[in-house]
């Protein structure tokens, strides 16, 4: 027996919760594996579970158990941070349904998308006051909040993690780019 599986044995406790570290996010956090999540039952979960595998909590079984629990506590805000960002759970949805987002090695997109970017970035550089990038904000909002329906109905609805893909990459183009609007936004303010 492994010293981690040892540690694990010894962890009295947490026996119920600590499966596996392999198990998925969702099933970890005891939720649906869902776009739209209950960002309240997140955070609790989160909470609990934090509690239940804090590596002090362990202190006197050893240095093992805490190795353990500390990697529990790792584990769990991994996917704690994972969950609670919409985009980054729409890709791992993707990811858990067989269909990887790709995101560093596939960057292809429809022309209709690309000239929006084309055109947003054009309107970054010329904007020359707060009110003309917020205006630019809304827009880029706007198209934010159309493609987080388009997952929710795919992921959630359609079940259909292929076509999801291209409206989770959207997203992170989107992301990116509200970013930068951003830093620009502050640099005038």
Same mark, same amino acid.
């Given at each position: 027996m492994s010293a981690t599986s040892a540690a694990a044995a010894n962890l009295s406790g947490c026996e119920r919760f600590l499966v596996n570290l392999q198990t998925d996010d969702f099933s970890l956090f005891g939720l649906a594996p869902l776009f739209a999540l209950d960002g309240t039952a997140l955070d609790a979960q989160w909470k609990r579970l934090q509690a239940q595998a804090h590596p002090d909590k362990f202190a006197a079984q050893g240095a093992a158990a805490q190795r353990v629990a500390m990697q529990w506590s790792v584990r769990i805000n991994e996917a704690y941070r994972r969950l609670k960002d919409p985009l980054s759970r729409a890709a791992y949805l993707c990811e858990l349904n067989g269909q990887p987002i790709n995101a560093h090695s596939n960057t292809a997109m429809p022309g209709s998308f690309l000239?929006?970017?084309?055109?947003?970035?054009?309107?970054? $550089?010329?904007?020359?006051?707060? &009110?003309?990038?917020?205006? #630019?904000?809304?827009? !880029?909002?706007?198209?934010?909040?159309?493609?987080?329906?388009?997952?929710?109905? #795919?992921? $959630? !609805?359609?079940?259909? *993690?292929?076509?999801?893909?291209?409206?989770?990459? &959207?997203?992170?183009?989107? $992301?990116? *780019?509200?970013?930068?609007?951003?830093?620009? #936004?502050?640099?005038?303010?």
């Open positions: 000239v929006q970017q084309i055109e947003w970035r054009e309107a970054l $550089d010329e904007a020359q006051t707060v &009110s003309e990038l917020e205006s #630019l904000m809304a827009s !880029v909002q706007a198209a934010k909040i159309a493609l987080q329906r388009e997952c929710a109905d #795919l992921l $959630d !609805v359609q079940h259909d *993690f292929a076509r999801a893909v291209l409206p989770v990459r &959207s997203l992170m183009f989107i $992301d990116k *780019f509200a970013h930068d609007l951003n830093q620009r #936004l502050d640099a005038l303010e």
